[in-house]
Structure formats: C-alpha cells, structure tokens
T-cell receptor, first 110, second 123 residues
Framework: QKEVEQDPGPLSVPEGAIVSLNCTYS??????FMWYRQYSRKGPELLMY????GNKEDGRFTAQVDKSSKYISLFIRDSQPSDSATYLC??????????FGAGTRLTVKP | GAVVSQHPSRVICKSGTSVKIECRSL??????MFWYRQFPKQSLMLMAT?????????EQGVEKDKFLINHASLTLSTLTVTSAHPEDSSFYIC???????????????????FGPGTRLTVL
C-alpha cells in the first residue's frame, strides 16, 4: 500500500464548478498536510498548508484534514480555466521529508 | 518573497558526461534543501536531503556517488549527475525550507518552496 494515495484523474469540469480533490494516507503520524499546484513543466507551487486536523480557507481554496479517517481534501470554488493544472497533495511528520501523492490533473473548461 | 531558482532550466547532454544543477533560495536562507526527481505523469520522488555544511542524506535506492550534492552556503545547493545515462533523463526539482524566524508567515515557517525544475535529457 502506498503511503499516499491520490486519484490521478484526469478531472475535467466546466468553468464555475466546485472542484473536490482528495488524498488518503496510511501513516497516522503525519502532522503536516500540503496542497501544491503544478503547471506543466514547472515546479510545484504551495497552495495550502495545514497542521493537524481542521479546515483552512484561502480565497477560493479550502483545505480539509480529517486525521481520524486519514483523508484530506482540497476544494476549489468558482473554478477558472487558469486553475487547470496538476494538484499534488503532500504530507510529512516533521515538515521535512514530504511524501507526495501522484497528483490529479485538472482541466477547467471555459 | 520565498523564491527558489534553478539553473539550468533545461539541459541536453551526451551519455557519460556529468551535469551540474544549481538550486538557489533568492530571498531567504535555507539550511535544508531537498532534491526530487519526477518522471512524466508521476509524482515527485525525494532523492536526498541537503544540509548546509554537512553531508547530504540520501533516500534508499539513490546512489550517492552518482548524484553528488553540495550545500556550500545557506542559499545554494548543487546536484551533479555524474556519468549520466539515458535512464537519468528526468525532471529534477529542488525545494528549500525557509527556516528563518522572519519567514513567510502568511503560510508558515519551515515551509518548503520549490524551484521551477530542470529538465535533463541524456542522449
């Protein structure tokens, strides 16, 4: 079993839709949870950072962490074509050696 | 703030040659930098952790003699792929951890910021 599982998609939605991206993990000791956005042939860009359980909101993005279920989510409201990218979840014990999901390819169609 | 650069962005080399990739934190100090590789449509795989002034820590299965890492200053780490072969062709990405007290608190201290990546093609 992989440490971090993420559906690679691809996921295609119309502009304005609410997007839900998810990851599950096996190591209950993970404490730091991140979501990165990666455009083609570019390095990942940090979107959201959460420590332990709970929700965090930043503009159109909301990150949720449910440690009891070992499940994290990223919601994108009012999705835009510019949101089209690969979204990577990542998590770590001490914010050091991060483990990444496979990434979900998202396309937002105008 | 929190910008990480990589150089070169793309390199093509012949099999058997060595290639050096630089990773720089431009506006913060990074005692720790990380090197990843990413194959097409796959996730990032951590290769090694680079600590300023000390030896790098390599992940299992990564040859330290083939992937030489030097972290000579708080803003620069280099990865040298020695005697490169076609199977080393990949996208190499570094990240730097902002551990300074006056880091980007909008996100968090100790957050990793990624460089734009270097695409290596070995012919």
């Amino acid at each position: 079993q992989k440490e971090v599982e993420q559906d690679p998609g691809p996921l295609s939605v119309p502009e304005g839709a609410i997007v839900s991206l998810n990851c599950t993990y096996s190591n209950s000791a993970f404490q730091y949870f991140m979501w990165y956005r990666q455009y083609s042939r570019k390095g990942p860009e940090l979107l959201m950072y959460t420590y332990s359980s709970g929700n965090k909101e930043d503009g159109r993005f909301t990150a949720q962490v449910d440690k009891s279920s070992k499940y994290i989510s990223l919601f994108i409201r009012d999705s835009q074509p510019s949101d089209s990218a690969t979204y990577l979840c990542a998590m770590s014990l001490y914010n050091n050696d991060m483990r990444f999901g496979a990434g979900t390819r998202l396309t937002v169609k105008p | 703030g929190a910008v990480v650069s990589q150089h070169p962005s793309r390199v093509i080399c012949k099999s058997g040659t060595s290639v050096k990739i630089e990773c720089r934190s431009l506006d913060f100090q990074a005692t720790t930098m990380f090197w990843y590789r990413q194959f097409p449509k796959q996730s990032l795989m951590l290769m090694a952790t680079s600590n300023e002034g000390s030896k790098a820590t390599y992940e299992q299965g990564v040859e330290k003699d083939k992937f030489l890492i030097n972290h000579a200053s708080l803003t620069l780490s280099t990865l040298t792929v020695t005697s490169a072969h076609p199977e080393d062709s990949s996208f190499y990405i570094c990240s730097a951890r902002d551990s300074s007290p006056a880091g980007d608190h909008h996100l968090s201290t100790d957050t990793q910021y990624f460089g734009p990546g270097t695409r290596l093609t070995v012919l």
